[in-house]
């Protein structure tokens, strides 16, 4: 069965499940609401199976039925602007009409273009739907970096529908989409967008730079989607999910498979005439469908015939073996098979190693005055192996107010112009240098400056056995200890994560208020110690204890 197949098939099974749900209301979503955004959305995949010529649902007229109801949805409840909702939290919404309008806008090439017999009629009254929805566009804002985007490209597809029949609205919107896309792209010299959004956002972008470099020719679009999937190829875990802990977005810490990306490595390697590009989508695919998740694209095969042949066999070297250091995302990435390291400036969470189904997150606990945490403010390479994160915690206290206050109550006061004081020998500078060796991570973690502060090095482990010199136990989620010497090692299903040597000096193990929450789901290991201090850690995928009780 050909990836189109498994795509219609799939898409014909969601048909089914939409179709009792649909009316003149628009379709009823799983919470029990209808929205006009999510009705435009239903419409797109109604119409690209109604025209599949392979399709069980080929003019087959329940769904022309829920077509239309789905139409007159759109004709009769969008705003007055000719925007569309999303009910969750934008109504009237420039941005989310622009995602619509681009989805119906595959559909309404594909009807065109199908000779289907209520082409003509329902493309019109489609098409007039677009091109209200569009001027609203115009006349609105967005929230969001990757709505400008969007928006742009929603505008600038809908001037191309209407160029020879509507001279003076098409210019209007090409001049609207021309003054966002002026802006200038929001991507980094690492080849990440600013939202720095792996699991949801990346895709949303690289989609809509690939829509603008097909309507407007323009190579800086296409050459931008594909610098963001040449990142991306750095982000994948062992297990085929996404890195996603470097989000600003929603996506952050959650597990996400990357069936989004599959049809734009595709679609860029088709567009480029670059095979690996193609190559690497097989791959997305594959760990997509082993998860359970069908990637979406039927439309653009359908729009471009030769999509699906394109490429050839993958070669993931570049995915299985690297060292990169990303410095404007603020992040490094080693991998070498299945074991993965990341380091992140700008989080408490500044070090993640990962092996099969163990991962360890690592955090340091440093409690000076208003600071908690070791955020690390930039990363620097030291070598193709080794880099240092370094952080400066720089203390204050307030002095009294030069002059008297208007007020005696505490939050009215404008602190902002109360002197602060500032002190050398409050001062603490931490670092964390990581290289990779031969088969093992080295961590040490040096801090000087202020004196007698309490250090807890946090390691947050997937629960599973721990094993000590003297102890072995399961280790549940929640749990804590620490570790007075020697080594800790814990054991999952498949896989091993060992970490020394332990040190313990104290065991302070309080935190403040906006200290990095200890997480509930991992087991902490503490490993403590006192200013001025420097430790060395070896972190490996290799047992340190025999599994014999001898």
């Not at 359970?292 to 993958?314: V, Y």
């Not at 602060?420 to 990581?434: G, K, S």
């Not at 800790?488 to 403040?512: E, I, W, Y």
Request: charged share 25%.
């Amino acid at each position: 069965m050909t990836r189109e197949q498994q795509l219609l098939t799939c898409a014909e099974k969601n048909v089914e499940r939409m179709l009792p749900r649909t009316s003149a209301a628009g379709v009823l979503q799983e919470d029990g609401f209808t929205d006009t955004r999510y009705t435009g959305f239903c419409l797109a995949l109604f119409l690209t199976v109604y025209v599949h010529p392979a399709s069980r649902f080929h003019e087959n007229g329940t769904l022309f039925q829920a077509m239309d109801d789905c139409l007159v949805c759109l004709e009769r409840d969008a705003r007055e602007s000719g925007l569309f909702d999303l009910s969750s939290c934008n109504f009237d919404s420039a941005p989310d009409t622009a995602f619509t309008v681009n989805a119906l806008s595959d559909a309404y090439q594909l009807l065109m273009a199908s000779g289907v017999r209520e082409a003509e009629s329902f493309g019109a009254r489609l098409l007039a739907v677009l091109v209200r929805a569009a001027k609203g566009i115009c006349g609105a804002g967005f929230h969001t970096p990757n709505h400008r985007w969007a928006i742009a490209s929603a505008l600038k597809q809908v001037a191309a529908f209407i160029r020879e029949t509507d001279r003076e609205t098409a210019s209007a919107l090409e001049g609207t989409a021309d003054r966002y896309l002026a802006e200038g792209l929001d991507i980094s010299g690492d080849g990440e967008f600013a939202e720095r959004s792996a699991g949801t956002y990346n895709v949303v972008n690289d989609d809509q730079m690939i829509r603008l470099y097909q309507l407007t020719g323009d190579g800086a679009y296409i050459r931008a989607a594909k610098q963001n999937l040449a990142f991306m190829l750095h982000y994948f875990e062992p297990d085929g999910s996404i890195f996603t802990l470097n989000s600003t977005r929603q996506d952050y810490g959650k597990k996400v498979w990357p069936s989004g990306y599959w049809k734009m490595y595709l679609m860029v390697g088709y567009l480029t005439e670059d095979p690996d590009f193609a190559g690497y989508a097989s791959w997305m695919w594959e760990a997509s469908v082993s998860h359970g998740e069908t990637p979406d694209g039927l439309a653009w095969l359908m729009l471009h015939p030769g999509l699906e042949q394109f490429g050839r066999e993958p070669d993931l070297s570049c995915m299985l073996r690297y060292a990169r250091v990303f410095p404007h995302s603020g992040v490094g990435r080693w991998r070498w098979d299945d074991m993965v390291v990341t380091a992140l400036a700008g989080k408490p969470d500044f070090l993640y190693v990962t092996k099969g189904d163990m991962n360890l997150c690592l955090s340091l606990y440093a409690n000076v005055c208003d600071k908690r945490n070791f955020v690390a403010q930039a990363i620097e390479p030291l070598s193709d192996h080794a880099f240092r994160l370094v952080s400066r915690f720089e203390s204050w206290y307030y002095e009294p107010f030069a002059e008297k206050q208007e007020t005696s109550d505490w939050w009215q006061m404008d602190h902002g112009k109360r002197p602060r004081q500032v002190r050398d020998c409050l001062e603490i500078a931490i670092t964390a240098d990581l290289r990779l060796q031969e088969g093992y991570l080295s961590l040490t973690v040096s801090a000087k400056g202020l004196s007698r502060v309490p250090l807890r090095l946090e390691l947050g482990f997937t629960p599973g056995e721990l094993r000590t010199e003297s102890l072995r136990m399961r280790a549940a989620p929640g749990g804590e200890a620490t570790v007075l010497s020697g080594s800790v090692q814990m054991t999952g299903k498949d896989h091993t994560l060992s970490v020394g040597p332990c040190f313990a000096r104290h065991n302070v193990c309080s935190r403040m208020g906006g200290a990095f929450p200890r997480a509930n789901d991992r087991f902490t290991v503490y490993l403590t110690d006192i200013t001025p201090c420097e430790r060395t850690l070896r972190i490996s995928d290799a047992p340190c204890f025999p599994d014999t009780m001898e």
